[in-house]
């Protein structure tokens, strides 16, 4: 499936700011990473489209709510309460199969094309 990302932009620390991916078919499984420059990918959020698994990063837990609608085949990552480390390029991730619950980029084979947060001091 393809996937398209949007939402991010330029916010001040505390602020508020709401991504959306959208999958151009079913999944079974979605995630967001961010990758900050100078920096590997890493795990922020995931869920599952079948039942009402969640799983956060450390870093965002408590900030961040990840949530879908399964019936548009999308997911919105909902970050709250920013800070400048939040600052990144953000991707949305989907699994077409399976049932895994993970926190591993290596078990997403579909990404989306990157969308860019920055959190002013």
């Known amino acids: 499936v393809q996937l398209q990302a949007s939402g991010g932009g330029l916010v001040q620390a505390g602020g508020s700011l709401r991504l959306s991916c959208a999958a151009s078919?079913?999944?079974?499984?979605w995630a967001w990473f961010r990758q900050a420059p100078g920096k590997e990918r890493e795990f922020v959020a995931f869920?599952?489209?079948?039942?009402?698994?969640?799983l956060y990063s450390d870093s965002v837990k408590g900030r961040f709510t990840i949530s879908k609608d399964n019936a548009k085949n999308t997911v919105n990552l909902q970050m709250n309460n920013l800070k400048p480390e939040d600052t990144a390029v953000y991707y949305c991730?989907?699994?077409?199969?399976?049932?895994?619950?993970?926190?591993?980029?290596?078990?997403?084979?579909?990404w989306g094309q990157g969308t860019q947060v920055t959190v002013s001091s």
């Open positions: 078919g079913r999944t079974r499984a």
């Open positions: 869920t599952n489209t079948y039942n009402s698994i969640t």
């Open positions: 991730a989907a699994r077409t199969s399976g049932t895994i619950v993970t926190t591993s980029r290596r078990e997403f084979d579909n």
